[in-house]
């Protein structure tokens, strides 16, 4: 019965984010290709029609196989789609990487994507911001509330955990896929960000992923050292010596000096702590 229950509380809620996506009546999705954005493109195609534009946003904090993926999708579905080449690189607010740099890339993207809806008489831009988003420090957030950008999967009162069921019982590809982050996540507060340290991430992510061990994978570049986090029941795997090496040796050949396990496992927002602790 509580099964039960439960299944049509997340169904009330579907129902409830297709109410709102019809109420906006045409919408510019910001499409990344992650759990989050993926399913409220479909929502909004199953809603909405043609009434749909999907926007990529392209940038050297874009991890490669996400911007595969998210074109690969979109391409699928038949859905109106562009991509946007997006320049937070430019800007000394982003690169010199302050605790809210996510809220200058923000504003820069959004006010990009807002544009393109303007030309195009689109008269919202939708995120996949969701209920779980309002417990982890996202600065990126107040941008999209300055821009008026909307957030249905939010306002649905839908968290991360629902969409996943939703997105699967939908047949999305995406519904277990680990959550994603831009690039700069992996690198400390305070850290330049760069393009060879962005190239190194991604690369040795890339690496990782094609080992087979670990869907969480995150390479958080410290100096000259990758320190790796990937799912802690997967630690044991990685320490075993043909593993081992043959990640090392890869890891310094895009460039580390050091490698190194992180063994508490994955988690997401761990570079927040340094927040939280001052």
């Known amino acids: 019965m509580k099964c039960r229950f439960a299944e049509m509380e997340i169904q009330g809620k579907y129902k409830e984010l297709q109410i709102i996506l019809k109420g906006l009546g045409e919408v510019l999705v910001a499409f990344s290709g992650g759990v989050d954005s993926t399913f409220l493109l479909r929502a909004a195609i199953d809603t909405l029609n043609t009434r749909v534009l999907a926007v990529t946003a392209l940038s050297a904090t874009t991890p490669a196989h996400e911007k595969q993926a998210a074109q690969a999708y979109a391409k699928a579905t038949g859905v109106r789609y562009i991509t946007l080449p997006s320049n937070e690189m430019e800007h000394r607010e982003f690169i010199e990487n302050p605790s809210d740099k996510c809220y200058f890339c923000k504003k820069i993207r959004f006010g990009a994507l807002l544009r393109i809806a303007t030309e195009r008489q689109i008269p919202w831009v939708v995120d996949g911001e969701n209920m779980d988003d309002q417990t982890d420090y996202r600065p990126g957030s107040r941008a999209a509330r300055e821009l008026h950008v909307r957030s249905p999967l939010r306002e649905a009162g839908l968290t991360k955990k629902e969409i996943r069921q939703l997105s699967r019982s939908l047949g999305l590809p995406t519904w ?103």
Do not use: W
């Not at 990782?208 to 390479?219: A, F, H, Y």
């Not at 029941?233 to 310094?252: G, M, Q, T, W």
């Open 176 to 278: 277990d896929n680990p959550s994603g982050a831009c690039l700069a996540s992996r690198i400390p507060y305070g850290q330049l960000i760069t393009p060879e340290k962005l190239k190194q991430v991604d690369a040795g992510e890339a690496f990782i992923r094609t080992l087979g061990i670990s869907k969480e994978v995150r390479v958080r570049h410290e100096g000259d050292t990758a320190r790796i986090e990937i799912a802690a029941n997967a630690i044991d795997a990685f320490l075993d010596p043909p593993v081992r090496e043959k990640l090392v040796s890869y890891l310094k050949s895009v460039g580390f000096l050091y490698v190194a396990l992180d063994l508490e496992g994955y988690g997401m927002g761990r570079l927040n702590r340094a927040i939280n602790e001052t």
